[in-house]
């Protein structure tokens, strides 16, 4: 047979899909492995890299065995190649110098580097920073949590070789070859400098980091890193030297696979965190947004985004602690239609997702979730519904600073992730920002844009061919529940600067 395929694989905070793609895009077939990131304290969260590494392995040869039972005379050659997008990392994993994993890796909703936090700002120029990097200082940055790894665990900084991304760990146990695409470099912020697109020595310095623990080798999301080892090309049914492609942070390969490629192209991911990203030329890095080098047209195109830490995760969070039977999908069905029949605005219930701290635009780790209105009228679909509006109106939040930070955006959102699967949470978003909703119609997002950037890294496909998606329509505002969801943002946004005090007065300590 002559036909040409390639792997897309996201690694993700819960599950890690594989999916095998034909030339044109479409799904021949997929595998997915779950797991759960370790949260040893309030608000810790890390993961051990083995368990991705492990994930990848199982995802890609359950996806391989699959394609070869849909598709017959499927040789390994047929696959002509890999591509490898990963949940943020945060601090990176520890590597010594064989390349072995000495300590988990400090992930993206890991909010324990608050004093290092503290210290950079005493120490460093702010402004500098900003105007060098295009993001500012939070315990969300992996440069942070790389102090925190100095400060707190010298003897693991002591032995650590290199500080990878996910991907960059995986793909380096499968290949030999070490680089970071610049989306996972910039995305660490604080030590990438943003328009020569490479680490930042003035940064790194006046940080304390040292260079030689971040890998020479900066690449382009689409830019083959090496080939497939003959031991794991035997373990995932592939070919020995099938090239590997770099990928990049999750969700910016998740907007690509949305169809965001120019300018003004906007897509919200709404999964166990929520991320709404823009294409933008350029960034002010004062409005609060995260930004790095797009996976596409990186040397001209930024991705800015900002988000909240917990979105599917707060929905996760108030199924299994108020549901009969919180996994079943009868009750979520039923919970769910239950929540539609509520009225915008949830009669007067607001909910603030601040689960684990909040990202952007408030940037405070000691902020927490609150349900605010409540009263004996109230009822649990109530109570769900204003967890899907409080989730809303983060997104709102973030839209309205992306507006300042990047310009002129799209009129139709495109939403991906979890709460694509949601006919309800669709139309809440759709009034909450008063733009008509669409969704990627096979609903696999990071793992289908990873495998285009694999086709485009192999000379398979171009940026100027068809597109490897349907977008489908889902939702319209209606004129009624936007004019309240109006007045009800007003009331979500003044309520942080008000709970702040109280929120901070409650927080748990780390120990």
Same mark, same amino acid.
């Given at each position: ?79 002509? +190649?890999?591509?490898? &997008?990963? @949940?943020?990392?945060?601090? /990176?994993? *520890? #590597?010594? =110098?064989? !390349? ?129 080892? +003959?031991?794991?090309? &035997?373990? @995932?049914?592939?070919?020995? /030297?099938? *090239? #590997?492609? =770099?990928? !990049? ?140 509006? /409080? ?121």
């Amino acid at each position: 047979m002559s036909d040409t395929y390639v792997i897309g694989v996201d690694i993700g905070t819960q599950s890690t899909k594989a999916l095998v793609l034909d030339a044109s895009g479409q799904v021949v077939s997929g595998h997915d492995i779950g797991y759960a990131p370790s949260t040893p304290r309030p608000l810790w969260a890390e993961q051990d890299a083995t368990v991705w590494l492990a994930a990848v392995r199982d995802a890609v040869a359950g996806a391989v065995e699959r394609a070869r039972a849909k598709v017959p005379g499927l040789r390994p050659a047929d696959i002509a +190649a890999l591509c490898v &997008s990963s @949940l943020y990392g945060g601090s /990176g994993v *520890p #590597v010594d =110098a064989n !390349g072995e994993p000495i300590h988990p890796c400090l992930i993206w909703m890991d909010r324990r580097a608050e004093m290092q936090v503290a210290s950079v700002r005493r120490d460093i120029d702010m402004d500098r920073l900003k105007a060098i990097t295009g993001n500012g200082v939070d315990s969300y940055y992996g440069f942070t949590k790389m102090l925190w790894l100095r400060d707190e665990r010298p003897d693991v900084w002591a032995r650590t070789n290199q500080l990878l991304p996910p991907n960059a760990y995986v793909i380096r146990a499968i290949t030999g070859a070490t680089a970071v695409d610049h989306s996972s470099a910039g995305n660490i912020g604080g030590i990438y400098d943003l328009a020569a697109r490479t680490w930042s020595a003035e940064m790194l310095a006046a940080l304390g980091i040292r260079r030689d623990m971040l890998p020479e080798r900066l690449v382009g999301s689409t830019e083959v890193v090496g080939g497939l080892s +003959a031991r794991w090309a &035997s373990e @995932l049914g592939l070919a020995e /030297g099938m *090239p #590997v492609v =770099a990928g !990049g942070v999750d969700a910016a390969v998740a907007t690509f696979a949305a169809g965001a490629i120019e300018p003004g192209h906007h897509v919200a991911m709404i999964g166990t965190s929520m991320c709404w990203g823009a294409v933008t030329p350029s960034i002010d890095a004062r409005h609060g947004l995260v930004s790095f080098p797009n996976v596409v047209n990186a040397d001209r195109d930024l991705y800015a985004f900002g988000g909240a830490i917990t979105a599917g995760a707060a929905v996760t969070w108030f199924k299994t602690q108020c549901c009969d039977v919180p996994n079943h999908p009868a009750s979520l069905a039923a919970l769910d239609a239950a929540a539609a029949e509520i009225r915008p605005g949830s009669d007067g219930l607001v909910f603030l997702p601040y689960l684990m701290g909040e990202r952007s635009p408030i940037w405070d780790a000691r902020a927490s979730g609150s349900f605010v209105g409540l009263s004996l009228f109230h009822t649990r679909a109530h109570m769900y519904r204003a967890v899907l509006e /409080g989730v809303a109106f983060a997104l709102r939040h973030n839209m309205l600073a992306g507006a300042d930070a990047v310009g002129t955006l799209e009129e139709a959102l495109t939403v991906v992730g979890g709460a694509a699967r949601s006919d309800t949470w669709l139309q809440i978003i759709a009034d909450v920002t008063n733009r008509p909703i669409r969704s990627i119609a096979q609903n696999v997002e990071a793992a289908l844009g990873a495998g285009r950037l694999a086709a485009l890294g192999i000379g398979l496909q171009s940026l100027g061919h068809a597109r490897w998606h349907d977008l489908d329509d889902r939702a319209t505002p209606d004129a009624s529940a936007v004019e309240i969801y109006n007045r009800q943002f007003e009331i979500y946004r003044g309520l942080y600067p008000s709970l702040k005090p109280s929120m901070h007065a409650l927080h748990l300590p780390d120990g």
